[in-house]
């Protein structure tokens, strides 16, 4: 039945506009489609203005998803710059950039595992650095990886320094990652809020790296020397990028005391 009147209803319209002339069936069809049809035109129109609109959303949402990668990469390679940028002179060796991968052994004696090994030219003892001061040594290399021993593990020592008078003694740290310099004798020019630096005793570092400030003087129980508890500049457990510098220190003075 409501087939039938659709059909009855579409002959009526195409009857009434064949009658006339052909400016009153022009008439007739304006009149059709400004009335008749314009809610069914509309409908169409919005629905395809729709169509268009979500197109061009989606158009506009993998622009802003690529400018968005483009940001952070931007962001990735800005931090980096900054964590090259060093407060302190590190002479003319090349260094590079390594990203913390991983870590190795107990919670309080963690070693870092980065992402630079043999491919990359690191060699067992190359010190370890950040923006801020000294973070440890190499001590073993694969290919594309190695392993840091960090300053406030229990094994790591340090041939330190005073930087107002070069007072000479040795940083190590207890397992609770309590860093001191020993081996100060009693009445020595030592005083809290000193900075301690790398000393040309060192084996690893050059000398004059930053290594932390004197927070504590501690009487040794043999009342010869005494301890200075050091606050480091670098928290090993906030990095996630860190410094190779490509040094190694010269030795010969070893064999050439050995042969004398």
Do not use: W
């Not at 035109?41 to 158009?59: G, T």
């Not at 570092?205 to 480091?232: H, Q, R």
């Amino acid at each position: 039945m409501r087939k039938n009147l659709t059909f009855i209803l579409f002959l009526i319209l195409a009857i009434f506009l064949s009658l006339g002339d052909h400016e009153q069936k022009i008439k007739k069809a304006n009149f059709l489609s400004n009335y008749i049809y314009y809610p069914f035109i509309n409908s169409i129109n919005k629905i395809e203005s729709l169509f268009k609109i979500k197109e061009k959303n989606e158009a506009l949402s993998l622009k802003l998803a690529k400018q968005t990668q483009k940001v952070i990469n931007l962001e990735d390679e800005l931090q980096n710059f900054r964590k090259t940028q060093l407060d302190f002179e590190t002479g003319t060796d090349e260094f590079i950039l390594a990203d913390i991968i991983g870590y190795h052994g107990n919670f309080k004696e963690k070693n870092f595992i980065l992402n630079k090994g043999k491919k990359d030219r690191i060699k067992i003892n190359y010190p370890i650095i950040s923006n801020n001061g000294i973070v440890g040594k190499i001590i073993s290399v694969s290919l594309n990886y190695s392993v840091v021993l960090p300053l406030d593990h229990s094994t790591f020592k340090l041939g330190v320094m005073l930087k107002r008078t070069h007072l000479q003694g040795l940083m190590e740290s207890d397992i609770y990652e309590n860093t001191y310099m020993t081996l100060i004798k009693q009445g020595s020019d030592i005083n809290l809020g000193d900075t301690i630096v790398t000393s040309n005793i060192s084996t690893i570092f050059p000398k004059g790296y930053p290594v932390g400030t004197v927070t504590k003087l501690i009487e040794a129980p043999d009342k010869v020397y005494m301890n200075a508890e050091i606050s480091t500049f670098v928290n090993s457990a906030c990095l996630d990028q860190v410094i190779i510098i490509f040094y190694e220190k010269d030795k010969k003075y070893e064999s050439e005391s050995q042969n004398n």
